[in-house]
């Protein structure tokens, strides 16, 4: 008998071959490692509400010191300077710079914001935009679906709302389209926020991944509508998360962080 032991997509796959002098048998078999135990200390979802608005937010992006706050729409970006001496998040209006695009956006419209060196960059399923937020907020985008920093192969599909790259990517059954990684407060490695895949119980949830088994470690949160973006925040610490609450209309900008549970 010779066993193999395969792997696809959707995980393990043992196979085994049975030989004699008249026959030949073969039989596959699925197999996936017991989940992890669940991690102690459990992890605690904080929320802090940044930003609502009546018109889509693509992504969030705090520079100076989180004293200004770029947020990413459709068409254009948009800066925020907190109000001096502000401790509940105030934030007032700044400048806008719009986005000079060659191609509409695609349904569902999903960005991303990066600093570069002195600078800042938006990443969209149209093009690259490129530019600055200080002395001016200004950029300048070409119809180009560039590489995001940090990565080789990384960038959006043109045209539409998801992205290509050559680095394995996580996904569990119970986890939605929307999904980021950011450092374990309570350990070492690294947890991963997801959404829920059932938009009537709309939810996020801290998740370790172990023998490519999601474990979770916090309860589910419930969120007041679809989650329209989920991205590791510029200090790696916590994540940006936009959901879509369809009580009000309005799309509403958080950052989640994790916090150890006594």
């Given at each position: ?208 991944v172990v023998n490519r088994q999601a474990a979770p470690m916090s309860d589910a949160m419930p969120v ?39």
């Amino acid at each position: 008998m010779r066993v193999t032991l395969s792997e696809d997509a959707r995980g393990l796959l043992l196979i085994a071959e049975v030989a004699s002098r008249d026959n030949r048998r073969v039989v596959m078999l699925r197999w996936r490692p017991p989940a992890p135990a669940e991690s102690t200390p459990r992890i605690t979802l904080t929320q802090k509400l940044l930003l609502t608005q009546p018109e889509p937010i693509l992504d969030i992006l705090l520079v100076d010191s989180d004293a200004e706050m770029l947020v990413l729409n459709q068409n254009r970006v948009a800066s925020y300077r907190r109000m001096p001496g502000s401790t509940d998040g105030k934030w007032i209006p700044g400048a806008t710079a719009s986005l000079l695009l060659s191609r509409p956006m695609p349904r569902d419209p999903r960005g991303r914001l990066e600093t570069s060196s002195g600078g800042v960059q938006a990443f969209l399923p149209v093009g690259t935009c490129l530019g600055a937020w200080n002395p001016e907020l200004k950029l300048t985008c070409d119809n180009v679906t560039a590489n995001w920093p940090g990565t080789s192969e990384t960038h959006w599909v043109a045209d539409r709302n998801v992205l290509e790259s050559d680095a394995p990517a996580p996904g569990f059954e119970g986890w939605g389209s929307d999904w980021a990684s950011i450092a374990n407060p309570c350990g070492s490695g690294s947890v991963e926020i997801a959404s829920s895949p059932n938009s009537e119980q709309d939810s996020v949830r801290a998740y370790q991944v172990v023998n490519r088994q999601a474990a979770p470690m916090s309860d589910a949160m419930p969120v007041p509508g679809p989650v329209t973006a989920l991205w590791p925040a510029e200090s790696g610490k916590d994540v940006t998360l936009v959901v879509h609450n369809l009580q009000t209309g309005e799309y509403e900008a958080s950052r989640l962080g994790l916090a150890c549970a006594q």
